[in-house]
């Protein structure tokens, strides 16, 4: 039986055409991001397929969220997925007819310019692109949705406007979680984790990275997210490059969680591009070279 794994729907939504890249699986739809991290937690479907971030609109709150300090998953890989909106509406109906334009908030927020030039048009928000599609499919009303190529041929919806999205290099980036099992390395790898700390004071962050910078791993993101215990009380989401099996990367997480109140692993994953493995051979070699002048340097000090 193929592995299960979820992902926001319905079907049509820029979350089902990642998962669709996957091979091997059966995609389960559920209707929220919520929804979705916890069926994943509770072993309804193996893994589930969450959007991260977006190269216009940042961070995913949602889905980071669930993840910091909603459930204990992994992500075991990312993948990321181009990202082309289009203008959607019932055959028949044409642009300027249009009353209203449906969309996720997100993808609203990326045709900022193209919405601009309809200002007479109401923009509703939905839980979904793939949500929208259905809503203006069943109103008779003449509506139109911003989404997917797939929504639009899913839903019986002709494409009023290509590529409305304001920047043609959009992209999402995805990760896929599970549960209990870390991902095995491959040399190319990254790890997320949330680092919790006692105390606002002077030089926490610096603490923090200052244990990074001297083990020369090289930070790929730096995020701080409101730990909802009250205002200016922070953690802060760190991803960087290598595996957990990476020796360097276990003494730096070892030293972390001995220093800090809580350092909490959210995984070590493959991950797209060449850029890390690249930056880790140099640094290794850099270590090695290193490591050499110094034994040279000792085999030099005089002996009593």
């Known amino acids: 039986?193929?592995?299960?794994?979820?992902?926001?729907?319905?079907?049509?939504?820029?979350?089902?055409?990642?998962?669709?890249?996957?091979?091997?699986?059966?995609?389960?739809?559920?209707?929220?991001?919520?929804?979705?991290?916890?069926?994943?937690?509770?072993?309804?479907?193996?893994?589930?397929?969450?959007?991260?971030?977006?190269?216009?609109?940042?961070?995913?709150?949602?889905?980071?969220?669930?993840?910091?300090?909603?459930?204990?998953?992994?992500?075991?890989?990312?993948?990321?997925?181009?990202?082309?909106?289009?203008?959607?509406?019932?055959?028949?109906?044409?642009?300027?007819?249009?009353?209203?334009?449906l969309s996720y908030v997100h993808a609203l927020a990326q045709c900022r310019a193209f919405l601009t030039q309809h200002p007479g048009v109401e923009v509703r928000p939905t839980s979904s692109t793939s949500e929208a599609a259905r809503l203006v499919a069943e109103s008779p009303e003449p509506w139109a949705a911003i989404g997917s190529a797939t929504a639009g041929t899913l839903f019986g919806l002709a494409t009023l406007e290509a590529d409305v999205e304001d920047h043609p290099d959009n992209a999402t980036r995805f990760v896929l979680v599970g549960r209990d099992v870390i991902a095995a390395p491959t040399g190319h790898d990254r790890t997320s984790i949330v680092c919790f700390q006692d105390a606002d004071r002077p030089g926490s962050l610096y603490g923090i990275l200052g244990r990074f910078a001297a083990r020369d791993i090289n930070l790929t993101k730096l995020e701080s997210r409101p730990t909802k215990r009250g205002l200016g009380d922070y953690c802060f989401v760190i991803e960087f490059e290598g595996h957990v099996a990476d020796d360097v990367v276990a003494d730096c997480l070892a030293d972390l969680q001995a220093h800090l109140a809580r350092v909490k692993f959210l995984g070590s994953y493959p991950v797209s591009g060449r850029a890390a493995s690249t930056r880790r051979a140099e640094v290794d070699a850099a270590r090695r070279a290193a490591s050499t002048w110094i034994d040279d340097l000792r085999q030099r000090v005089a002996r009593d």
Not at 26 to 31: K, N, Q
Not at 82 to 100: E, F, I, K, N, S
Request: glycine fraction near 10%.
């Open 1 to 101: 039986m193929a592995p299960t794994v979820g992902f926001l729907g319905p079907a049509g939504s820029f979350s089902h055409e990642a998962v669709l890249t996957l091979e091997g699986v059966e995609p389960v739809p559920a209707p929220t991001f919520a929804d979705l991290l916890a069926d994943v937690a509770a072993g309804r479907v193996d893994q589930g397929l969450i959007p991260l971030e977006n190269a216009i609109e940042g961070t995913v709150s949602a889905t980071i969220d669930g993840l910091v300090f909603d459930h204990d998953l992994f992500v075991v890989r990312e993948l990321v997925l181009p990202v082309h909106l289009h203008l959607l509406a019932r055959p028949g109906v044409a642009a300027g007819d249009l009353t209203a334009v």
